[in-house]
């Protein structure tokens, strides 16, 4: 695997945005191309440490599932091979985690799918006893699967913002009814048919997100990433206890480190990351992408 890339630099495409993992490349008036670094947020504030593979994981895991879910709903990839499209000293840059998309028009909110009580949905079940307005039965613990899988949509922040849940009448107020369900029904049937699969794996998502656009004839299509270790909660099934979160496959060590810093307020600049905390969180990616695909 190459070296670690906390930003890419290419000077053969122009660079139309850089978000917290990201970059986006102009390839012409319809495509894009998206190059995946190994930067790792945290708290909405980016690491200052690359996490080094970790764009080729969360590359490979996306390129998975769109394959896999594609008779769902149309998806953004072209198919068009990142390195015929960049200079030849900028190959090792894109090789195995970037893509040539289409460009689209992107669809305000973040299409949130829950199956288990974890993260703010539980922060908002015990004050509240419902997410985005979806009541839950009473006596729910932490970490319990949902009687069925609700849709819990959020509106995209500005980088360094959290995004905000948002409810199910605020969503058709955005988008209207016609396109909210449309979105709905898809981002339930993606959960559906990938928590079944990540099941047989020994893999539990318990949430995920999913971000929608739509082409030229306005039909939507699914963009950005899915079903990452960055975009989803993954559990192991064979740690799996209802009452308390488990381990998860993602930047979880990240997390307990920089909570277990009490002078950090959780706005940049953050603290360095000590190697054995990079290296465990990357594992941690590695263990994900194997499980679900080999």
């Given at each position: 695997m190459s070296a670690a890339l906390y930003e890419s630099s290419l000077h053969s495409l122009p660079l139309i945005g850089r978000g917290k993992v990201r970059e986006n490349y102009a390839l012409g008036a319809e495509r894009l191309l998206i190059v995946t670094s190994d930067r790792l947020s945290a708290f909405d504030v980016i690491m200052r440490e690359p996490i080094p593979g970790k764009g080729h994981v969360l590359n490979a895991m996306a390129n998975f599932w769109f394959a896999r879910l594609a008779s769902i709903v149309p998806n953004h990839l072209t198919g068009?091979?990142?390195?015929?499209?960049?200079?030849?000293?900028?190959?090792?840059?894109?090789?195995?985690?970037?893509?040539?998309?289409?460009?689209?028009?992107?669809?305000?909110?973040?299409?949130?799918?829950?199956?288990?009580?974890?993260?703010?949905?539980?922060?908002?079940?015990?004050?509240?006893?419902?997410?985005?307005?979806?009541?839950?039965?009473?006596?729910?613990?932490?970490?319990?699967?949902?009687?069925?899988?609700?849709?819990?949509?959020?509106?995209?922040?500005e980088m360094g913002q959290h995004d905000e849940n948002i409810t199910w009448e605020k969503t058709v107020d955005l988008l209207g009814a016609t396109l909210a369900t449309r979105i709905r029904e898809v981002s339930l049937e993606l959960y559906r048919q990938a928590s079944a699969y990540a099941a047989t794996r020994g893999i539990l998502i318990a949430d995920t997100k999913f971000e929608f656009g739509q082409d030229a004839a306005g039909r939507l299509v699914l963009m950005d990433e899915i079903l990452t270790a960055d975009s989803s909660r993954f559990w192991p099934a064979d740690l799996y206890q209802p009452g308390q979160n488990p381990p998860s496959f993602d930047k979880q060590f990240v997390r307990d480190y920089l909570e277990s810093i009490p002078t950090w307020k959780k706005t940049a600049p953050p603290p360095p990351l000590p190697p054995e905390i990079i290296e465990r969180t990357a594992a941690k990616y590695r263990e994900a992408l194997q499980r679900l695909t080999s």
């Open positions: 068009i091979d990142p390195e015929s499209v960049v200079a030849q000293d900028e190959i090792e840059q894109v090789r195995g985690r970037a893509v040539v998309v289409q460009r689209l028009r992107p669809i305000p909110i973040e299409a949130v799918v829950r199956g288990y009580l974890a993260g703010s949905g539980w922060k908002d079940y015990q004050a509240q006893g419902a997410i985005c307005g979806v009541r839950l039965p009473p006596g729910l613990r932490n970490a319990d699967k949902l009687p069925e899988p609700i849709f819990t949509p959020a509106t995209k922040a």
